[in-house]
């Protein structure tokens, strides 16, 4: 992701995404996305965006 530009320039359409997750992990995702939402003022939208790129280049998908 570039520095400082939103993650959702490109204009795409957004497409839900949906994991089955034990609710220790739900939860721990939950209070991580809210944390960063608060702590740098962005969006929920652009938390998961980065989290979910994060974990794909990881990876190397």
């Not at 939103?6 to 992990?25: C, H, I, Q, Y």
């Not at 809210?34 to 939208?45: D, K, P």
Request: charged content about 25%; some cysteine; hydrophobic content about 40%.
């Amino acid at each position: 992701m570039t520095e400082g530009k939103s993650p959702f320039a490109t204009g795409g359409e957004l497409v839900e995404l949906r994991l089955k997750v034990n609710a220790d992990l739900y939860r721990a995702f939950q209070r991580c996305s809210w944390i960063i939402t608060h702590e740098t003022g962005r969006t929920q939208l652009e938390v998961m965006h980065e989290l979910l790129e994060d974990f794909l280049v990881k990876h190397g998908c």
